[in-house]
Structure formats: structure tokens, C-alpha cells
């Protein structure tokens, strides 16, 4: 990550983005991953995951689930500065370190939390 910004973000999930979904900026955390930086979409009816390449400048693959179809959801917020979110999903394991705060962001990181924590979350 050179340097985040919002505007980049926008940018990169405009393309695959619904009006009412959520973004934050994460790091994937399991071996299936595509990629080391993803930017997650989320709604109450869908999961994207875009990764990105190596500098975040360019979105490599897109994975679209259904949020109903998610398994085994995990979170865990012991850390101050992160929060890890881990599913399962047609039998493949996912998880994904996410930043509380990254300021060029704004509130970005903290509205998508908030709402993994009370509409998503079993």
C-alpha cells in the first residue's frame, strides 16, 4: 500500500458497487486468498470481495457471494487497531484483517464494522 485514499477506493469499487453497499479496505488473511489487499462490498444480501494488486492501484479479482450463504462467521476485535472477520463459504475458509481507523478513509473503515457487527454477524 503506496498510499490509500478514498477517492482511490471509490474508484476501484464503483464499477462493482450497489447504492447501498458498504466498503472498507482490508487485508486477507487466508492461504486461498487471490492477493494481500481487497476491498470488501457489503450489503445485507451480498458480499463482494475485489483484490487488488500489489500497489492497490488495480483490481486483479472480483468474488461475489451471498451473505446468506456465509458459515462459521468469526469476529474478533481484540485488537485496538484491527478487527479479524473469518467465514466460511462453500467449503473454503476465509478471513480478513481490517483496520479500525485509516484516516485518508474517513469514517469508511468504521461504518462498514459497525454494520458487519449488527446486521450481518449470527
Known sequence: ML???KKLIDKLAEPHRESDMLICYSTPQSFSAYT??????????????????????KVVQKVE????????????SGHLSSAIWSFKIKGQHSSF???KKILPLGSM??????????????
Open 65 to 76: 457471494y451471498e451473505v446468506a450463504d456465509l458459515q462459521e462467521q468469526k469476529y474478533h
Open 97 to 99: 484483517r481490517i483496520i
Open 3 to 5: 498510499f490509500i485514499t
Open 109 to 122: 473503515q468504521r461504518d462498514f464494522l459497525n454494520f458487519l457487527q449488527q446486521n450481518i454477524l449470527n
Open 36 to 57: 494481500s489487499r481487497a476491498i470488501l462490498l457489503l450489503n445485507n444480501d451480498r458480499i463482494i470481495i475485489l483484490f487488488l494488486n500489489l500497489f492497490s492501484t
